[in-house]
C-alpha cells in the first residue's frame, strides 16, 4: 500500500518544462510501469509465443495438404490435424494468460498514477484549484486515467505485436513466393501513408473533445450541487439548455473524429481487400503454371487473412496512441504546475502562538493590484483579535495567509517569531485551525467529519467540542455521531453545518484558532451560548476572529480595522467606536454614522456613551435613546 506521506512529498514524476511536453508525455510515465516490469516481461514472452502459434498454425495447414492430403496418408491427417488442433488450443491459452498478466499491471499503474494525481491536487496552491473548473480535473482523473489504462492493457501490446506480427509474416511470405510477397509488402505503404495524413487532424480533434469532456462533467456537477438554488428559482430549463449546449459541442466534435476516422478506416478496409484478390488471381496463376504448391497458396492465403486484421487495426490503434498521448498530456499538465506554497523544514517547536504580521503583503500571481498590503499585527498567546472590515477588503485572503493557504507576497507571517514559510505544513496546520463561513463537510460520517483535525481525538474531547459549538443536534441523528451526512452536508441546515465546522475547528486543539465569520449562520440565542462557550476556548489559544457584528466584537480583547486592503486601527471596541466613524459605521449600519456626512456626534457625557456601547455589545436591534439624545438629533 502506497504511504500517503510519500504520495503528498512529491510526484514521481519530476515535471520538465512545457516545451516538448506532447513529445515525451508518455515517456514521462514509464516509471510507474517499473513495479510490473517482471509481469510486462512475462506477458510479452507469452504474447510472442501466441504470435508463434499463430503463425505455425498456416504452416501446418500447407503441411496437411501437400502431404497427407495430397498422398491420400489417414495416418499422417490424423497426426497433423491433431497437433494443428492443439495448437489452436495453446494460442487461445496463451492469449488468456497475456490478457490476464497485461489487465493486472495496466490497472496497477492507472491506481498507481490516480493516488499520484490526487496527492498532487493536494499539495497544490489555492490559486491552482480556483483557476481550473473541477470538471476538468474530474476528467482528467477519471476519463484520461481509464484512457491511459486501456492503452497500456490493450492498445500498446497489440500495437507493438501487430508490427511484429506483420513484419514477420511479411518476411515467410516472402520466402514463401516473392511476387506474392512483394504484393504484400507494398499494399503496406498506403496505410503508412494514411496514418500520416490524418493523424494531425484526429490528434486535434482528440483533444477538443477531452477538454469538452470536462466542461461537460462541470455542468453536471454545478447542477446537481446547486440543485435546491436552481430548483428555487425554477430554472431547470436554463441549466438544461447550459448542459444541452456543451453535450451538443461534444457530440460534434466527436462526430468530426468520427469523419476523421471513418475516411480512415475506409483505407484500411480497401487496401487488404484489393490486395486479398491481388493474391487470389496471381496464386492460382502460380498454381497453375506449377510456381507453388496448392498447400502453398492456402497458407499464402491464411496468412494474408491474418494479416488484414493487423494493418486495419494499426490505425485504430495509432488513433488510440493519440488518444493517450492527448490524455498523457493532460495528466502531465497537472503534475508540471509548480508548487509555490513548499514545505519548510524548521523544526523549531510551537508552544506559545504568539503570531505576528510584520509588513505583509498579497496579490494575486496574475494581478498588478495589492489585495493587502503593509500588515502589521501582533497576537499574544491568549490573545483573542476580532478583524472588522467591509465586503470586499481581503479578511478572507487575511486568514488564508496564516495557515499559508496563501503565500505573503511580500513581508511575513510569523509564529514565536518563526516565518511560517519555514516551518513544516503538518506542523502549521496543526498548530493553525480554521473554521470557515462556507463550511465544507464531507460525504462521511459526524465522527469522521468532526476528527478529521485530530484523528486521535478521544470520545471526551469529541463531546467537549460539540458543547462548545452548540451542535448537540447530532445526538437526535438516527446513528448519531456514526451518521452518514449528504454531500456537502446539504442534508443539515446552514447553522448546523456552521457548528459542526466550528467543532471541528475546536476539537483539533490548535494554538492559533482562526474563525472566519463562523457565526453568520446562526440565530442570535444559539450565537450568544456559543460565544459564551467559545470564550474558555480562546482563553488558552491565540483567536482570530473575523466580525461583522457587534455581538461577535465581544469575544476579543482588541479590534483591528481593515480598510483597503491595510490595518488603519488597532484598539478595543470602545476606543474605536468612540474615535473612528468607520468602525462605527460597519456595525452600526446607520446612515448617520456613515463618515462621509458631516454631523454631531450625540455624545454628551461619558456615561450616555458608555450606555449606547452597552445598547451595540448586546447585539439589540433597536436602539434605546434618551429624551436628550432624541432632542440633541433635533
Do not use: C
Not at 123 to 135: A, E, K
Not at 239 to 256: K, S, V
Amino acid at each position: 500500500m502506497t504511504d500517503a506521506g510519500e504520495l503528498l512529498s512529491e510526484p514521481s514524476i519530476s515535471p520538465p518544462g512545457r516545451s516538448g511536453l506532447r513529445g515525451n508525455a508518455l515517456v514521462r510515465l514509464l516509471p510507474y510501469l517499473r513495479p510490473y516490469r517482471t509481469r510486462m516481461i512475462v506477458m510479452f514472452i507469452v504474447a510472442l509465443a501466441s504470435i508463434g502459434s499463430t503463425i505455425a498454425i498456416p504452416l501446418m495447414t500447407r503441411a496437411v495438404i501437400d502431404g497427407p492430403v495430397a498422398h491420400n496418408d489417414e495416418r499422417g491427417l490424423w497426426i497433423l490435424g491433431g497437433s494443428a488442433l492443439l495448437l489452436g488450443v495453446a494460442e487461445a491459452a496463451l492469449w488468456m494468460i497475456r490478457r490476464w498478466l497485461v489487465q493486472t499491471a495496466s490497472t496497477g499503474v492507472e491506481n498507481d498514477i490516480r493516488q499520484q494525481l490526487h496527492a498532487r491536487l493536494q499539495v497544490l496552491p489555492m490559486s491552482f484549484h480556483g483557476s481550473w473548473q473541477s470538471g476538468q480535473l474530474l476528467s482528467r482523473v477519471m476519463n484520461d486515467l481509464g484512457m491511459m489504462r486501456r492503452f497500456i492493457g490493450f492498445g500498446s501490446v497489440l500495437l507493438i505485436l501487430n508490427v511484429i506480427q506483420v513484419v514477420v509474416v511479411t518476411a515467410i511470405l516472402l520466402g514463401m513466393y516473392w511476387p506474392l510477397g512483394l504484393v504484400v509488402l507494398i499494399s503496406i505503404g498506403p496505410v503508412v501513408g494514411a496514418n500520416l495524413h490524418y493523424e494531425r487532424q484526429f490528434s486535434k480533434a482528440s483533444r477538443a473533445a477531452q477538454d469538452q469532456t470536462g466542461n461537460v462533467a462541470t455542468q453536471v456537477e454545478e447542477a446537481a450541487l446547486g440543485l435546491r438554488v436552481v430548483k428555487s428559482f425554477g430554472r431547470e430549463q436554463y441549466m438544461f439548455d447550459r448542459f444541452d449546449t456543451q453535450a451538443t459541442e461534444l457530440r460534434e466534435i466527436q462526430l468530426r473524429k468520427v469523419k476523421i476516422m471513418s475516411r480512415f478506416w475506409t483505407l484500411l478496409e480497401v487496401i487488404p481487400t484489393a490486395t486479398l484478390v491481388i493474391v487470389l488471381a496471381m496464386g492460382a496463376h502460380a498454381v497453375g503454371n506449377g510456381d507453388i504448391t496448392l498447400g502453398t497458396l492456402v497458407a499464402f492465403i491464411t496468412f494474408m487473412l491474418n494479416l488484414v486484421w493487423p494493418i486495419a487495426a494499426l490505425g485504430f490503434l495509432l488513433s488510440m496512441l493519440q488518444e493517450t498521448v492527448t490524455a498523457a498530456d493532460r495528466v502531465a499538465e497537472i503534475f508540471d504546475t509548480p508548487r509555490t506554497v513548499e514545505s519548510g523544514t524548521s523544526d523549531t517547536r510551537i508552544t506559545g502562538g504568539r503570531l505576528e504580521l510584520r509588513d505583509a503583503g498579497f496579490r494575486f500571481p496574475d494581478s498588478d493590484e495589492w489585495v493587502l498590503r503593509h500588515l502589521n499585527l501582533v497576537v499574544e498567546p491568549g490573545e483573542t483579535v476580532a478583524l472588522v472590515g467591509a465586503t470586499g477588503s481581503g479578511k478572507s485572503v487575511f486568514t488564508g495567509l496564516i495557515p499559508r493557504l496563501r503565500d505573503v507576497t511580500e513581508g511575513a507571517v510569523l509564529i514565536d517569531g518563526v516565518d511560517v514559510r519555514e516551518l513544516p505544513l503538518p506542523v502549521l496546520r496543526k498548530v493553525v485551525a480554521t473554521a470557515f463561513e462556507d463550511p465544507t463537510l464531507f460525504s462521511m460520517s459526524v465522527r469522521e467529519n468532526l476528527t478529521l483535525g485530530n484523528p486521535d481525538a478521544t470520545p471526551q474531547q469529541i463531546d467537549a467540542a460539540i458543547q462548545v459549538a452548540q451542535a448537540e443536534f447530532v445526538q437526535d441523528l438516527p446513528f448519531s455521531l456514526d451518521t452518514r451526512i449528504g454531500e456537502q452536508g446539504m442534508s443539515l441546515s446552514g447553522g448546523q453545518r456552521q457548528r459542526l465546522s466550528l467543532a471541528r475547528a475546536v476539537l483539533a486543539d490548535p494554538r492559533i484558532l482562526v474563525l472566519d465569520d463562523t457565526l453568520s449562520a446562526l440565530d442570535v440565542h444559539t450565537e450568544a451560548l456559543v460565544e459564551e462557550a467559545l470564550r474558555h476556548v480562546l482563553a488558552d489559544a491565540t483567536g482570530i476572529v473575523v466580525a461583522h457584528r457587534a455581538s461577535t466584537v465581544l469575544l476579543a480583547d482588541k479590534v483591528a480595522l481593515l480598510e483597503h486592503g491595510t490595518i488603519t486601527h488597532v484598539g478595543s471596541h470602545t476606543e474605536l467606536l468612540a474615535t473612528v466613524p468607520q468602525y462605527r459605521y460597519l456595525l452600526a449600519a446607520d446612515d448617520e454614522l456613515d463618515p462621509d456626512l458631516e454631523h454631531d456626534e450625540p455624545w454628551q457625557t461619558d456615561e450616555r456613551r458608555e450606555a449606547r456601547d452597552e445598547v451595540v455589545l448586546a447585539g439589540r436591534s433597536r436602539d434605546v435613546e434618551s429624551d436628550d439624545d432624541r432632542e440633541g438629533r433635533r
